[in-house]
């Protein structure tokens, strides 16, 4: 088989986390934080991709027994989300967000996160401002001015810098865009003329895109224009 087109950097490094986002970043927080020389590769800068920056960033909040009702505790949380999503969530699974949310709220607060604060006098363990939600037997989502999501990226982000991750350099990730742009194109040209099926456009696409990148063929059929 003949070697793609493509240039390979060689990093040597204790952990590779592939990703940018929320928990990717999460990820590459803890294991700087055990010792180890951590390394990101990801699609964007630091901070500005994955779906917990995107998304429903503006609508999305984190709930956690212990800052609301002093009813509330992680079996409530517990038994609230299994009733609302009975026969479609993993309960082993929902059992670690509900004992171990409380604890991330509180490395977030350490980070820097300003959770929203109620304005009123409130009758609950702390002032945090919190939502009730519609399965919820009590309020306990927590978010930050419409945009929680970004506030918890940016914070991680914060602190992997301080810890020393690196993270893409410009070159790198400039690289990746233009990877991007001519897979993009190359899609374009396939589908043009009868469209493909997914399959068929992840094949073959992806080679086809780096060739273009290597020989600037994109440079040339904008020259042809």
Known sequence: MPALPIDLVHVKTDVVVVGGGGAASRAALSAARAGAKVRLAAKVPLGSGGSTVHGASEIMSMGAAG??????????????????????????????????????????????????????PVAQATDYKLIRSDFGSYARAMGVSGKTGRAFVDAIADELIRCGVAAPSLEELMHQFGCYLANGYAIFLVNASEFQPEAINTAYTARFSSAMLAHDTIGLLAGLE
Do not use: C, Q, Y
């Open 67 to 120: 800052f609301g009702d002093t009813r509330d505790s992680s079996d409530v949380h517990f038994d609230d989300t299994m009733r609302a999503g009975k026969g479609f969530i993993d309960p082993a699974l929902v059992r670690v967000l509900a004992d171990e949310a409380p604890e991330r709220i509180r490395d977030l607060i350490e980070l820097g996160v300003n959770f929203d604060r109620s304005l009123a």
